[in-house]
C-alpha cells in the first residue's frame, strides 16, 4: 500500500482553496541527478508568498521509456537545520569508525531525509526525497556533501532575498 507524504507549510499554502496560485521554480543547480530548486508560492488574491526548496530526481524504473519523477520538499524555515545537519556529517560522522552499524539522518516535516549510514567499506551518504518510496534514493558520494552545502546555502540565501522583496 502506498502511502501519501506528509505536506508542509508551502505545500499546504500552495493547496488552499479558493486561491488563485502562481508557482514560480527558480532553479538553484545539481548535486548528481537531483536538481534542486527555490518554490515561490504567490496568492494572485490575497498577495500572500510562501517559499519553499525543492528536490527534484528523474528516476528509470526499466519498464518505461519516460522517467517517473520523485519529489522532495523542504520548508524554508528547515534549511538551516539541513546544513547544519550536512557540516556535523561531514565534520564528525564521516571521520568516525563505529564498532556496530549505525544511521545519522535529517528528516524534514515533509519525509524528506538527507543522511548516512556506516558500512564495510566506510559511510554511504543519500538524499531520500519520499520517505514512503524507496525508488527517491539520491545516492551521494562522502565529496558531495561540500557541493550540496553550497546548493542549500544559495538556496537559503535566495529565499532570504525573494522574503525580502515581496
Known amino acids: ?18 486561491t488563485l496560485m502562481s508557482t514560480q521554480f527558480i532553479e538553484i543547480g545539481y548535486v548528481k541527478t537531483a536538481k534542486i530548486q527555490v518554490v515561490l508560492y504567490r496568492d494572485l488574491i490575497s498577495e500572500q508568498n510562501e517559499l519553499a526548496i525543492r528536490f527534484e530526481n528523474e528516476y528509470y524504473d526499466g519498464y518505461s521509456d519516460y522517467p517517473d519523477t520523485k519529489i522532495g520538499m523542504l520548508d524554508k524555515d528547515e ?4 546544513i547544519k545537519s550536512i ?11 563505529p564498532e556496530h552499524y549505525t544511521e545519522v539522518n535529517f528528516i524534514s516535516r515533509t519525509g524528506f531525509k538527507a543522511g548516512c549510514f556506516s558500512g564495510k567499506d566506510g559511510w554511504s551518504f543519500y538524499l531520500k526525497l519520499d520517505q514512503y518510496d524507496d525508488r527517491s534514493f539520491v ?4 565529496e558531495d556533501s561540500a557541493t ?7 538556496s537559503r540565501d535566495k529565499v532570504e532575498l525573494l522574503s525580502n522583496n515581496i
Not at 1 to 18: I, V
Not at 79 to 82: D, I, K, N
Not at 139 to 142: A, I, M, T, V
Open 1 to 18: 500500500m502506498h502511502q501519501e507524504r506528509a505536506h508542509g507549510h508551502a505545500e499546504t499554502f500552495s493547496k488552499k482553496s479558493g
Open 79 to 82: 534549511v538551516e537545520g539541513l
Open 87 to 97: 557540516n556535523i556529517i561531514r565534520n564528525h560522522v564521516f571521520s568516525s569508525y
Open 139 to 142: 545516492w551521494l558520494k562522502k
Open 148 to 154: 550540496i552545502l553550497e546548493l542549500l546555502t544559495k
